[in-house]
């Protein structure tokens, strides 16, 4: 079973930037492709960015594109999410997930991903 904790999340104003975190419990998640969700109220839960098990692919929501990074560092099991030029419709609980399936592909389907971190809240002021 693997566990996962997103930290980072906060208060910021638009413009501003957040690194959001996904540490994970055991050293298997190094194979494990990694998306970052968010979703805000009343809202679906949305695809934001994906990476591979390597780092060598990453996949974002156009909605973001050029704003955020996805990155990791397998060796401390944790998965990042870079966010600048911040705007108020961000805000959002931002969530990391983990496929079950080591060395496969990264996706924007939320059904697809079987380990789910509790979410962490990003506040964007305007």
């Known amino acids: 079973q693997v566990q996962l904790v997103e930290s980072g999340g906060g208060l910021v104003q638009a413009g501003g930037s957040l690194r959001l975190s996904c540490a994970a419990s055991?050293?298997?998640?190094?194979?494990?492709?990694v998306g970052w969700f968010r979703q805000a109220p009343g809202k679906e839960r949305e695809f934001v960015a994906a990476?591979?098990?390597?780092?060598?692919?990453?996949a974002y929501a156009d909605s973001v594109k050029g704003r955020f990074t996805i990155s990791r560092e397998n060796a401390k099991n944790t998965v990042y999410l870079q966010m600048n030029s911040l705007k108020p419709e961000d805000t959002a609980v931002y969530y990391c997930?983990?496929?079950?399936?080591?060395?496969?592909?990264?996706?924007?389907?939320?059904?697809?991903?079987?380990?789910w971190g509790q979410g962490t809240q990003v506040t964007v002021s305007s």
């Open positions: 055991v050293s298997a998640f190094s194979s494990y492709p």
């Open positions: 997930a983990a496929r079950g399936s080591p060395y496969s592909g990264p996706t924007s389907y939320t059904r697809d991903y079987h380990y």
């Open positions: 990476i591979n098990w390597s780092g060598g692919y990453t």
